[in-house]
């Protein structure tokens, strides 16, 4: 194992799935690099000493205006692939969130806009693997 192997660093997050009963999935247009301008799931870094569920809790208020409870979230699973961020190596714990339709949302934070998106007709590109981590949300959605 080299040096850079062993002293790599390793920056840990939390990404929510919001999704509405009727199939509306919450995005957020970045407002900063890497991908800036693509859609993403609301998300960030988790704090320290902070869970991750609260991070995604934290995260999605802060991004869109939308408050849910960390108890609330349902855990999807947690991706880290090596490459899955430009910016070195990220590893994310994914949370569903169920939220009503008429939802008000409010974008803040690293976010310049947060719409509802429909499942069936969603922006082209997701950022970073985010695709990855809705499909994986809604695969066993009725």
Same mark, same amino acid.
């Given at each position: 194992?080299?040096?850079t192997e062993?002293?790599?660093?390793?920056?840990?997050?939390?990404?929510v799935?919001?999704l509405?009963?009727?199939g509306?999935v919450? /995005?957020i247009e970045?407002g900063?690099p890497?991908?800036?301008g693509?859609?993403?799931?609301?998300?960030?870094?988790?704090?320290?000493?902070e869970?991750?569920?609260?991070?995604?809790a934290?995260e999605?208020?802060?991004e869109t205006?939308?408050d849910?409870?960390a108890?609330a979230?349902r855990?999807?699973?947690v991706?880290?692939?090596?490459d899955r961020?430009?910016r070195?190596?990220?590893?994310?714990?994914?949370?569903?969130?169920?939220?009503?339709?008429?939802?008000t /949302?409010?974008?803040?934070? *690293?976010?310049?806009t947060a719409r509802?998106?429909p499942? *069936? *007709?969603?922006?082209?590109?997701?950022?970073?693997d985010?695709a990855d981590? /809705?499909?994986?949300?809604?695969?066993?959605t009725?």
């Amino acid at each position: 194992m080299s040096d850079t192997e062993m002293l790599q660093t390793i920056r840990y997050t939390a990404d929510v799935v919001a999704l509405t009963p009727e199939g509306n999935v919450l /995005l957020i247009e970045r407002g900063w690099p890497p991908c800036e301008g693509t859609w993403a799931l609301p998300g960030g870094h988790v704090d320290p000493g902070e869970t991750s569920r609260a991070a995604a809790a934290r995260e999605l208020a802060e991004e869109t205006g939308v408050d849910v409870t960390a108890d609330a979230l349902r855990p999807i699973g947690v991706w880290d692939t090596p490459d899955r961020d430009p910016r070195g190596r990220y590893i994310t714990a994914a949370y569903a969130a169920a939220v009503p339709a008429d939802t008000t /949302l409010s974008a803040g934070d *690293d976010a310049r806009t947060a719409r509802w998106w429909p499942l *069936d *007709d969603l922006p082209e590109r997701l950022s970073f693997d985010h695709a990855d981590i /809705l499909r994986a949300a809604t695969a066993s959605t009725p």
